[in-house]
């Protein structure tokens, strides 16, 4: 009989894919979403798939118990970072609260290794390239809930022997990411202000510098990452190498849309001006030897996609905590939201 593994979040972007390799592998996936803000149609057909809430503990029980999992592989969360100041106790909840149920659940019913997606937002302005070695500081509620699962997975490790993979990804692009949040994915954003005839839109004057990371890069890993004995409760940065600056990104993107657009400079946000990252230890402990794919090459392909799925409609998120400081261009969509 096939091992049995859980993925949560497995409607969104990152999820997804990681799903559509570990059914690759023979494994029986279960795969649970919400659906707050991904697609059930972006979940491979072979995958049993199960709409709950990753933190609703009565329920994430009745399934640990049903399908005794070998392994758990949890990404459910709500990514926006910089919105993450703003929805800050809505951050918590879901972000680390859901995260501290399903490891409770894990020791309880023996899982034998929890594979978490944290964050490069942990490392918050701290020297680049940023190393796995650097003591994170992280700058907004986000990463700072990121961190606290992190620690609290190294801990469970101590106590109870559950073993684990941490990985921090790096804004990652690609097919199935959802063009429609305002708040997160940039690259998405762009590709669906081209396809309504929007301007583009960037908070600053755009200097500011990211490693954009194809999902090509970054899911099968993680699904790989409970057959590789040396990612035993280690930490990975994993993504793309070359930081590019976001008016570059802007400049690529219209490149994969075939259609150039203006550019709309907001007021900048607080925000860290340079993050990238090294991934010589993901290599080496995943015998990784091809260089990752260059936005000229990821591009197309999440544009191919995009057209043809055309503007989607996610559920936005309207609940603001602390409207103090919220960008202008965000105040406009709540405002446009009340009328």
Same mark, same amino acid.
């Given at each position: 009989?096939?091992?049995?593994?859980?993925?949560?979040?497995?409607?969104?972007?990152?999820?997804?894919?990681?799903?559509?390799?570990?059914?690759?592998?023979?494994?029986?996936?279960?795969?649970?979403?919400?659906?707050?803000?991904?697609?059930?149609?972006?979940?491979?057909?072979?995958?049993?798939?199960?709409?709950?809430?990753?933190?609703?503990?009565?329920?994430?029980?009745?399934?640990?118990?049903?399908?005794?999992?070998?392994?758990?592989?949890?990404?459910?969360?709500?990514?926006?970072?910089?919105?993450?100041?703003?929805?800050?106790? +809505? /951050?918590?909840?879901?972000?680390?609260?859901? !995260? @501290?149920?399903?490891?409770?659940? &894990? *020791?309880?019913?023996?899982?034998? %290794?929890?594979?978490?997606?944290?964050?490069?937002?942990?490392?918050?302005?701290?020297?680049?390239?940023?190393?796995?070695?650097?003591?994170?500081?992280?700058?907004?509620?986000?990463?700072?809930?990121?961190?606290?699962?992190?620690?609290?997975?190294?801990?469970?490790?101590?106590?109870?022997?559950?073993?684990?993979?941490?990985?921090?990804?790096?804004?990652?692009?690609?097919?199935?990411?959802?063009?429609?949040?305002?708040?997160?994915?940039?690259?998405?954003?762009?590709?669906?202000?081209?396809?309504?005839?929007?301007?583009?839109?960037?908070?600053?004057?755009?200097?500011?510098?990211?490693?954009?990371?194809?999902?090509?890069?970054?899911?099968?890993?993680?699904?790989?990452?409970?057959?590789?004995?040396?990612?035993?409760?280690?930490? +990975? /940065?994993?993504?793309?190498?070359?930081?590019? !600056? @976001?008016?570059?990104?802007?400049? &690529? *993107?219209?490149?994969?849309?075939? %259609?150039?657009?203006?550019?709309?400079?907001?007021?900048?946000?607080?925000?860290?001006?340079?993050?990238?990252?090294?991934?010589?230890?993901?290599?080496?402990?995943?015998?990784?030897?091809?260089?990752?794919?260059?936005?000229?090459?990821?591009?197309?392909?999440?544009?191919?996609?995009?057209?043809?799925?055309?503007?989607?409609?996610?559920?936005?998120?309207?609940?603001?905590?602390?409207?103090?400081?919220?960008?202008?261009?965000?105040?406009?969509?709540?405002?446009?939201?009340?009328?």
């Amino acid at each position: 009989m096939s091992e049995t593994v859980l993925v949560t979040g497995a409607a969104g972007f990152i999820g997804s894919h990681v799903v559509d390799s570990l059914v690759g592998t023979g494994r029986t996936v279960v795969a649970v979403d919400d659906l707050s803000g991904g697609f059930r149609d972006n979940v491979p057909s072979k995958a049993v798939f199960i709409e709950a809430d990753a933190g609703d503990s009565a329920r994430m029980e009745e399934l640990f118990r049903a399908y005794r999992f070998r392994h758990v592989f949890h990404l459910a969360a709500y990514a926006a970072e910089g919105l993450s100041h703003f929805i800050r106790r +809505f /951050n918590y909840h879901n972000n680390l609260l859901t !995260s @501290v149920t399903l490891i409770n659940l &894990a *020791v309880r019913y023996k899982v034998a %290794r929890f594979v978490f997606t944290s964050s490069i937002a942990v490392y918050g302005r701290n020297q680049v390239p940023m190393t796995e070695a650097l003591a994170p500081c992280p700058e907004d509620p986000y990463g700072i809930s990121k961190l606290a699962v992190e620690l609290d997975l190294e801990a469970a490790q101590r106590q109870f022997g559950l073993d684990y993979v941490i990985f921090r990804p790096h804004i990652v692009y690609g097919p199935h990411q959802n063009p429609r949040d305002p708040y997160r994915n940039v690259s998405g954003i762009f590709m669906n202000q081209i396809m309504a005839g929007l301007p583009l839109t960037i908070f600053g004057d755009g200097s500011q510098t990211r490693a954009f990371s194809s999902i090509e890069d970054v899911a099968p890993v993680i699904a790989r990452s409970v057959d590789v004995p040396a990612a035993t409760n280690q930490v +990975f /940065n994993i993504g793309a190498d070359q930081p590019v !600056s @976001v008016n570059d990104l802007a400049a &690529a *993107v219209m490149r994969a849309m075939g %259609r150039e657009v203006p550019i709309n400079h907001l007021p900048a946000r607080n925000e860290v001006l340079h993050a990238f990252a090294s991934h010589d230890k993901v290599r080496r402990a995943f015998g990784l030897d091809r260089p990752p794919v260059p936005l000229a090459e990821g591009l197309p392909r999440m544009a191919d996609w995009a057209k043809r799925a055309g503007p989607r409609q996610g559920k936005p998120f309207w609940a603001i905590e602390v409207p103090d400081g919220l960008p202008p261009s965000w105040q406009a969509l709540l405002a446009g939201n009340k009328q």
